[in-house]
């Protein structure tokens, strides 16, 4: 599949570089597109902008990053449709401003807050995470967000706050996949107030330094690397510190296949397939799944003493 | 899977506007390049990188779902030849079947190699805990005998009927590749059901095609009406 050119035996020709004047144009050229119909709006799917200064992060991986193409075009994002692409084909009218996130429930001091306060809630990081999905691939993306638990801390939990239960945008117009009950819309997701407050959890705003595309969670979602992908609630509206366990979307969907916590776990099987091992995508040959998908350092003390084969 | 009747009709006669040798050499030809345009397709897209993110799982996928659709198409020969009367449209089928075989066989060996690198122990595991992987097994080690069986000198040695009955097992075949497919998609059983739906009408129109065949054996043989009729009663 990868074809692999000698460099050398092709070199590229001068002739062939485009002059910087030409590609200048072509930016103006968008640029005036962009103020004209507001094409970058319109089509988040193809369209993103810069982040700015972005801090590196000890929590990131070593491993190389998956290619940004495999990442912007191999998603599971059911309401644009159940295709791997359907995603990025699907989700070009999907508006991710305006956009605003309600954060309440048991807190001191609940808020809604604006897309563009959450850019600036706090430092953005570069968090180079491993990504497993729970049909059994793989990616590494450096995301670009900060700790959920910086959000958080400014609507002061309350000690009775347990859990935080995740909702994430349906919006019939702009997202096709509604229309199929395939899940119980809108999609919802939860945590326990431990997992959410981990420094390894975060709200992703970016990843490779742009905003995030409509595919990908835009504008802003939540990444638990030591979970399945699906955990990782993208484009969120509201996010409710409770008291109670928060039903989530593929539990109500299938409470036999995915539980609460789905916590990677090579051990626990999928009831209809094997979770031993993952196929990393750009990867010829499948590599073994770790506990906690790697992450077991982190976070394996936040389930001690429980029976993980019951709490999957 | 199924191959033309045993019994050819006698040299120099064919069946009356029926397509001619020629034509049916023709015919039989252009289906074969038809049966290989996916395979083609999707090697031309794997060599120019265009199966997406993750090929291994786009060719499984690809290989699987074109045994189901020719497996339907197989099963569709009889249905049309009754409706439409073009009997000839039997002396495709085995072709079609054989390509069944074909795509199935590439799809377990997909499964095999890119998924299992022939882990023989996980591979067996897999067989008897996974219920999808134990049909679509199951389907493909029934579809062995019948693509062996597959001949005009196998057809002669079996005798027409016994060969006739081997081959009824097509039937469970569609329905376990159906089910395979059906038990491993995660949520959303569109695609599956189109299948199921289809091969239900498929084996549904087989049904009831026998049961009327079977209620007019079994009805009293009217005498037309106007004539009278002499009851033969015996003495």
């Known amino acids: ?312 | 899977m199924r191959a033309a009747a045993p019994t050819a009709p006698p040299p120099g006669r064919r069946p009356p506007h029926g397509p001619s040798a020629l034509q049916l050499a023709a015919a039989k030809s252009a289906l074969f390049l038809i049966c290989l345009l996916p395979l083609g397709w999707y090697l031309n897209r794997l060599l120019n990188d265009q199966l997406g993110a993750n090929p291994i799982e786009a060719i499984t996928r690809a290989s699987g779902e074109w045994t189901l659709r020719l497996l339907l198409v197989t099963l569709a020969i009889t249905p049309l030849r009754r409706l439409t009367g073009w009997h000839w449209l039997i002396r495709l089928r085995r072709m079609l079947g054989l390509f069944v075989f074909f795509y199935a066989s590439l799809h377990l060996a997909t499964y095999l190699w890119l998924d299992q690198f022939f882990d023989w122990a996980a591979i067996g595991k897999d067989i008897l805990k996974r219920p999808f992987i134990t049909v679509g097994f199951a389907a493909y080690l029934l579809l062995v005998p019948l693509a062996l069986s597959s001949h005009n000198a196998v057809i002669r040695w079996l005798g027409g009927r016994r060969w006739q009955a081997l081959h009824r097992s097509i039937y469970a075949i569609a329905v376990l590749g159906v089910v395979h497919f059906w038990w491993l998609v995660k949520r959303d059983i569109t695609e599956p059901l189109i299948y199921a739906l289809i091969l239900a009408a498929l084996l549904g129109a087989r049904a009831w095609w026998r049961e009327q065949e079977r209620r007019r054996q079994l009805a009293p043989r009217r005498p037309p009406a106007g004539k009278t009729v002499i009851p033969i009663v015996p003495r």
């Open chain 1, 1 to 312: 599949m990868l074809i692999r050119i000698n460099q050398d035996a092709h070199p590229i020709a001068p002739s062939e570089i485009t002059p910087e004047s030409l590609y200048r144009g072509r930016r103006n050229f968008i640029r005036a597109a962009g103020l004209g119909a507001a094409a970058l709006a319109v089509s988040p799917a193809f369209a993103a902008a810069k982040l700015g200064a972005i801090q590196k992060s000890p929590l990131s991986s070593t491993e190389a990053p998956t290619a940004l193409k495999s990442v912007i075009s191999y998603n599971n994002f059911y309401e644009f449709g159940t295709g791997k692409e359907d995603p990025a084909r699907n989700a070009g009218r999907f508006k991710t401003r305006p956009w605003t996130v309600r954060v309440d429930g048991l807190c001191a001091k609940p808020r809604t807050f604006a897309i563009d306060d959450l850019l600036k809630l706090a430092p953005l990081e570069e968090r180079i995470y491993r990504m497993r999905c729970v049909e059994g691939w793989s990616m590494v993306i450096p995301w670009n967000g900060f700790p959920l638990a910086s959000l958080l801390k400014q609507v002061e939990p309350l000690g009775s706050a347990k859990f935080v239960e995740f909702v994430t945008a349906a919006d019939r117009a702009t997202m096709p996949g509604l229309a199929l009950p395939v899940l119980d819309w809108p999609y919802t997701e939860g945590l326990r107030i431990d997992e959410a407050m981990h420094p390894l959890t975060i709200l992703a705003l970016g990843l490779y330094g742009e905003e995030l595309l409509a595919q990908n969670g835009a504008p802003l979602r939540l990444v638990v690397p030591w979970k399945y992908g699906f955990k990782g609630a993208k484009s969120l509206v509201s996010i409710r510190l409770t008291d109670k366990q928060p039903a989530t979307a593929w539990n109500i969907a299938a409470p036999n296949e995915y539980g609460f916590y789905s916590n990677v776990n090579p051990e626990v099987d999928h009831p209809r397939w094997s979770q031993a091992s993952e196929r990393r995508i750009g990867e010829f040959t499948k590599r073994k799944t770790l506990p906690f998908n790697g992450y077991a350092d982190h976070v394996a003390r936040l389930y001690a003493g429980m029976d993980l084969r019951k709490f999957y």
